[in-house]
């Protein structure tokens, strides 16, 4: 589990009502302890210092949840997200602004490759011909 990737589906999670504590235990335990990382843990510290790493790793993330839940209410966090669903994130007039934007800044370089690759073509074209 690499936490960044799962972010998106932390999110879901939240939305769905499970506990934002939970959530954090799940992005901050899943990526340590992952078969490669205790495998390498274990390979090169040994058995008991692979015990003591997970043992740390769960303190730590369930205190970290804990402290979570105790200080943020999930009907805050729901409320927030749902406010946030419902509504556009991105005002259209800044959509079309960035769009027109880059493709303001894309057409040059494009241009050039396309030329480029019609005298390419073109060669080619001549070779075969000649």
């Known amino acids: 589990v690499c936490a960044t990737a799962w972010t998106p589906a932390a999110a879901g999670m939240i939305v769905a009502g ?3 504590g939970a959530v954090l235990v799940f992005l901050l335990a899943g990526p340590v302890t992952n078969m490669a ?3 390498v843990v ?3 510290l040994g058995a008991r210092a692979t015990a003591a790493f997970v043992a740390g790793i769960a303190i730590s993330a369930l205190s970290c949840g804990l402290l979570v839940d105790a ?3 999930p009907d805050l966090i729901v409320g927030q997200i749902g406010d946030v ?3 556009e994130l991105i005002p259209l007039w800044l959509k079309v602004g960035c769009a ?3 493709v303001a800044v894309a057409i040059r370089p494009l241009r050039r490759f396309l030329s480029r690759w019609m005298l390419k073509l073109s ?3 001549s070779n075969v011909a000649a």
Do not use: D, K, Q
Request: hydrophobic residues 45%.
């Open 42 to 44: 274990y390979r090169h």
């Open 123 to 125: 060669g080619r074209a």
């Open 100 to 102: 027109v934007f880059l």
């Open 18 to 20: 499970v506990s934002p």
């Open 71 to 73: 200080l943020i209410s």
């Open 85 to 87: 669903r419902e509504a």
């Open 37 to 39: 990382s205790l495998g």
